[in-house]
């Protein structure tokens, strides 16, 4: 069942004992991101901070930070039942027959419940404060790095307009607080609210923005999910809820909000306005460089009377951020496979943030077709910004690091296997040789076939025969050899 807000998440991690609340009193300042780090590279729990030095609000932290409470949160029970639910909508066939249509109709309106419902009260409006009242040095906004410019709301949920089209965007972009009503506006060039502040410029218009700091953990991830532009997060949310998200219209923006949210900020951010933001200590384990980005004003917020803030923190991996890594990794593949239906699979290993590398196999079929995956890699959404892609043959395994290693690399003669490209760049890479701009490699390590000009013969592989080893497995406990070290 899916949860309806942040508390009854939290509930339920802590029925599981998987959350810990924290009791002694710890600054927001360095000390949560130090506990918050260690509990996140130890595989530790979820963790409620109840006093937090210079705030009434408690901080949530790590609630994504495992597999097992990932895919809880997201209402998914495994990646295969993920794969089972999107099928229908993937591949859909015609019912057949009377009975088979009988059985059609519940998928079909359980399709109709996941659309946004439209609410007119909402628990995150049980206080509403305004003017002077704005003052976000109330919430526990952490300073997560020694050399951090300051405090950064590191997992708002970013809710836009289409001055178009009236489309609603949502995406988690890191806001630094500047002082009581304004912070920055940390949304990459290439993002969907990026393009929706671009269409305001243009027509040096004002752009109304609500931010919703904790929600229901579906409705959470859903700003951080790379889906196309002009398809809704809240949509999304909806399908993995399995239930609609319910929403409400901002009290002083024209900004539909998730109704049971815990905190929502609303404001405007003005065309032009920049001001230096950053540095920042971020998902690439070194600190991003300050740079000018927008600003956003915030005119009024509006709040549960006990709200709980949800927040998380990116440094060098592994953190809280692979693991919503990994849930886009397997929750997009089978749209992937759709799009480039030769990858009959995709990992992202946490070492390589998201964009650094790409490990994909894929069912060869016709000379080049390694190089044609990356080209489609390199031209869909956000996997444009892959800087490595690896393409292996199909029968490699891709999440066993030694195994693929040893594949690739006895694989390719690099100079023919290699190829560069140049084009668009993660905002967040710094070696780059501009901002956003440089060049990608592409790895083809599939076996070379004659059609591609390999002459030589591709050797087999060594591997035991069976009946040796069947009768090696029935005499193996006789023969006294013990593994794994000495006793
Ligand atoms: C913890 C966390 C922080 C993030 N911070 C930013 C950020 O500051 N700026 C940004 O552009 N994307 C950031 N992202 C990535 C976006 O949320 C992601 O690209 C999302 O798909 C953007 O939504 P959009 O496609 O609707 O723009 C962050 C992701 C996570 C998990
Ligand atoms: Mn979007």
Redesign the pocket.
Do not use: C, S
């Given at each position: 069942m899916a949860f309806r807000n942040l508390a009854e998440f939290l509930r339920a991690l802590e029925a599981d004992g998987d959350l810990v609340r924290v009791r002694r009193e710890v600054s927001p300042r360095l000390e949560i991101s130090e506990i918050a780090d260690r509990a996140v590279k130890g595989d530790g729990p979820a963790l409620l901070f109840e006093n937090v030095s210079g705030s009434a609000m408690p901080v949530a932290i790590n609630l994504f930070a495992s597999r097992r409470r990932t895919l809880r949160a997201l209402n998914i029970a495994s990646w295969e039942e993920w794969d089972e639910r999107l099928e229908p909508l993937l591949d859909p066939k015609p019912p057949e027959g009377l009975v088979e249509k009988l059985k059609a109709i519940p998928k079909l309106t359980d399709l109709a419940s996941v659309f946004p419902k439209t609410v007119r009260s909402a628990p995150c409006q049980e206080v509403v404060e305004t003017g002077d009242a704005v003052d976000l040095s109330k919430l526990p906004v952490l300073t997560c790095w020694p050399g951090d410019a300051g405090p950064f709301i590191?997992?708002p949920l970013v809710i836009t307009r289409d001055p178009a089209s009236r489309k609603v965007?949502a995406?988690?972009?890191?806001m630094q607080v500047f002082d009581r009503n304004t912070t920055g506006m940390?949304?990459?060039k290439h993002?969907?609210?990026a393009g929706q502040a671009r269409g305001y410029e243009r027509e040096g218009r004002k752009m109304e923005v609500a931010v919703a700091i904790g929600a229901d953990p579906a409705t959470v991830f859903s700003?951080?999910?790379?889906?196309p532009p002009g398809i809704s997060?809240f949509l999304f949310a909806g399908f993995l809820r399995g239930e609609g998200v319910p929403l409400v219209s901002g009290k002083t923006v024209d900004v539909p909000v998730p109704a049971e949210a815990e905190i929502v900020l609303e404001g405007y951010v003005l065309p032009g306005e920049r001001r230096r933001e950053g540095p920042f200590g971020d998902h690439t384990g070194f600190y991003s460089l300050e740079d000018d980005f927008p600003v956003f004003h915030v005119t009024a917020v509006t709040r549960r009377k006990s709200p709980v803030y949800l927040t998380?923190i990116?440094g060098r991996p592994p953190m809280e951020?692979g693991f919503?890594g990994e849930a886009v990794e397997r929750l997009f593949l089978p749209l992937v496979k759709k799009t480039i239906p030769e990858i009959v699979d995709m990992h992202l290993p946490v070492e390589g943030i998201f964009h650094n590398l790409m490990i994909v196999a894929i069912d060869k079929r016709f000379p080049g077709h390694a190089r044609k995956t990356m080209h489609a890699i390199w031209g869909t959404g956000?996997m444009m910004f892959s800087k490595t892609i690896v393409v292996v043959d199909r029968d490699v395994p891709l999440r066993n690091a030694p195994e693929l290693l040893w594949r690739v690399l006895t694989a390719i003669d690099p100079e023919r296997d290699i190829e560069f490209v140049r084009g668009p760049v993660d905002e967040l890479d710094f070696a780059s040789r501009l901002p956003c701009y440089g060049s990608k490699m592409g790895i083809d390590a599939t076996r070379k076939w004659k059609e591609e000009g390999f002459a030589r013969r591709w050797p087999d592989e060594i591997v035991m025969s069976p009946e040796v080893r069947k009768r090696v497995d029935e005499l193996w406990p006789s023969l006294g050899i013990k593994l794994g070290g000495k006793p």
């Open positions: 590191t997992l965007n995406g988690v972009y890191r940390h949304w990459q993002k969907d609210g700003g951080v999910a790379p889906l997060e998380t990116v951020d919503l956000q």
